[in-house]
Nanobody, 124 residues
Framework: QAQLVESGGGSVQAGGSLRLSCELVEYSVYNHCMGWFRQTPEKEREEVATIDALGRTTYGDFVKERFTISRDRSENTVSLQMNSLKPEDTAMYYC??????????????????WGRGTQVTVSS
């Protein structure tokens, strides 16, 4: 089982930015579909962004070009740059590893390794 360690969460005012980072241990982020998800007590876990082995990305409809997912080979990390944050972006954010290189057709239950999460709080 791989270990994922998220960092970069925090509190920010609406309109601000945060950058989340996820370090993957034992596997390369370039060999797997990697995803960022978020969850609140009131809602089910939802997909924020994914990036596959070929670098193809997908985003949740609510992102609307505000977030960018990327990878770093030297640090073996997957990052999520979040701009123009809104109060409704407040959630616990999780990084996850899929066993396949491609994300197409995947649900969050298909991901096999998860980080512990990092809290993002956006105030109005």
């Amino acid at each position: 089982q791989a270990q994922l360690v998220e960092s970069g969460g925090g509190s920010v005012q609406a309109g601000g930015s945060l950058r989340l980072s996820c370090e993957l241990v034992e596997y390369s982020v370039y060999n797997h579909c990697m995803g960022w998800f978020r969850q609140t007590p009131e809602k089910e876990r939802e997909e924020v962004a994914t990036i596959d082995a070929l670098g193809r990305t997908t985003y949740g409809d609510f992102v609307k070009e505000r977030f960018t997912i990327s990878r770093d080979r030297s640090e073996n990390t997957v990052s999520l740059q979040m701009n123009s944050l809104k109060p409704e972006d407040t959630a616990m954010y999780y990084c996850a590893r899929h066993p396949r290189p491609y994300c197409y057709g995947s649900k969050y239950s298909d991901y096999v390794d998860w980080g512990r999460g990092t809290q993002v709080t956006v105030s109005s």
